[in-house]
Each structure stands twice: as C-alpha cells, then as structure tokens.
C-alpha cells in the first residue's frame, strides 16, 4: 500500500523569538516492511537542514533559526510504501520459559529493551499483570496476542486523558488514556515478564482518513495520526513483532513507521529551545492519503 503523508507543526509564540533549535524525527524509515519513496522537509523561516542517525537509528534533522521569528513551521512531506510480514511461526510457538532462556543469552545486546526507562518503570502493579499473563509454560505468540487485547478490553481511549508524562503507574490506575499511555504499558508489563520490547512512533490510516481515500469499507482503526504509537516485541530468532494495543491487532500495511526507542523520549517527534516569551499555541496537522 502507497501513502503520501504531509505532517505540518506550527509553533506561534506569544511575542518573538530571537533564536530557535530544533531537531525533528520525522523521516519513516526503510525496512523489510516499509520503504520510504521521497522526503522533504521544509522550514518557515528557511534553515538549514543537517541530518544524522541517532543510537536507535532514527533519522534526525536539526536547525536553528538566528532571527527574530514570530512563528515556525515545519512540513514534511513524503511517500512510503508498506507491506505486512509475518513472523516466523517457529517463535511464536516456544513456550515463555523457552524464550526466556533465549533472551538470557542475548541480554548485553537487548539490554535496552528488557530494563526500565525514563518514562517506563516497573512497579509491584506490573510485575503482578506480566505473572498473570505470561506463565513460563504458556506459549509466546497466543500470551502476546492475549496482553495486546486485555489493554485494548481494560483501557478506554480518551483523548487529553493524560500528559506526555503521565507515569505507567497513573495510567495503569485510571484505565484511560491514549496509543502513547497503551504503549508504555505493554512495554512495561513484557519488560517486567523479561520479554524484549521497543516503542514505536509512526502514522496510522484512521478511519476518517481512510473513508477520505476510498469507498469500501475496512477495519475502523482509532489513534492520533500526527502521533500514533505501538510497541516492537523482540521474538527469538531475531524478528521484532510490531502490536497495537491501541486497536488489538498486528501492525499491517495502514501503518508507517518513523522512530523507535527505550519509551517517548528516544522517538518525540519534535523537540527544541527558543528564546523568547513562551509558546502561545502550538498545532499538528497530518493527512494520510492513500495513493
């Protein structure tokens, strides 16, 4: 499937700002389920662009702005081809104790992975969710399949619900929140069960987008377009499963991929200093269309 996302972030600032630097994480990447066909981002006021691979191996832009500037905005424009994998049937069938000794040989190369993170820690809550629903005698592939779809049945999707930095814990606690919150969690509880896992930003076709690009009827999927967010579990073997906990299925061809890291804070789409008085308003815009 073929798609062409333009994502526009616009920062207006109460007065002016008399410098600005930015990094901006929204190139998709290349892989064996994606491939990015063009990119262009461009600035108002007009910067520079240097790029760089970070730790992760996101793509990262960065540029400042050294004028007075009363707003700036950022469009990305770019088209991307993607095509669902399926994992290897193998790793989906060994048992949660098998896996787990698997990961224990690879542990210095997943160590990132399987520790907790600036926003993804490991309570007492957690540990008690990840005994529940991965007995060492369970196999991998259904008890993954069985978290993915006990968040989607116990949380609510509730948009403003929570912060960027809503903690794990809250957000376990009050059963709301959004794709970000449902992600960490996930990530929480298969970490605390010693089970490999990453957080995943990207785009995701929503149903009013995909009712924009045709006709017939397909699967209603909710998220945050400009932000959505999943998790990439590690199967042994070496392939990283993608699961929406958001929507309870697999990640497949209406989703693209742009960063991923420990939690938010390795993949936040964009980030930066001024200087200046504060923000006054800052908005996202993205249309996914299919081609």
């Known amino acids: 499937m073929r798609f062409r996302i ?42 520079n662009i240097h790029s760089y691979t970070d730790y992760f191996g996101n793509t990262v832009e960065t540029f400042s702005i050294v004028k007075r500037h009363r707003e700036l905005l950022l469009e990305s424009v770019c088209e991307v081809d993607t095509t669902p994998i399926a994992p290897p049937k193998t790793a989906l069938d060994i048992s949660i104790s098998e ?28 540990n008690a969710l990840a005994n ?23 949380f609510r999707y509730v948009a403003g619900s929570t912060q960027i930095d809503t903690p794990v814990a809250v957000a376990l606690k009050q059963r709301t929140g959004v794709c970000q919150d449902f992600a960490q969690v996930m990530i929480a509880v298969l970490r605390s069960a010693e089970i490999p896992a990453r957080y995943v930003t990207g785009y995701i076709e929503t149903e009013t987008q995909r009712k924009a690009s045709e006709a017939r009827r397909a699967p209603a999927l909710i998220g945050a377009s400009e932000s959505h967010a999943w998790v990439e579990v590690f199967l042994p073997g070496g392939f990283w499963w993608p699961l929406d906990p958001t929507n309870d299925c697999v990640v497949g061809e209406r989703h693209v991929k742009v960063g991923l890291g420990r939690d938010y804070h390795d993949s936040t789409p964009t980030r930066g200093v001024f200087k200046g008085t504060h923000t006054e308003k800052l908005s996202v815009a993205v249309v996914m269309q299919r081609l």
Do not use: C
């Open 6 to 47: 333009t994502h526009r972030t616009l920062y207006r600032y109460a007065g002016s700002a008399s410098e600005s630097f930015m990094e901006a994480r929204l190139t998709p990447t290349t892989d064996d389920s994606q491939q990015l066909l063009s990119r262009q981002l461009v600035t108002t006021p007009a910067a």
């Open 132 to 154: 529940k629903l991965f007995k060492p005698g369970d196999l991998l592939g259904p008890s993954l399949l069985r978290l993915n779809n006990w968040i989607k049945t116990h």
């Open 99 to 126: 896996a787990r000794q698997i990961y224990r040989g690879e542990k210095l190369a997943l160590f990132e992975f399987l520790m907790p993170s600036e926003s993804i820690a490991l309570g007492p809550e957690v």
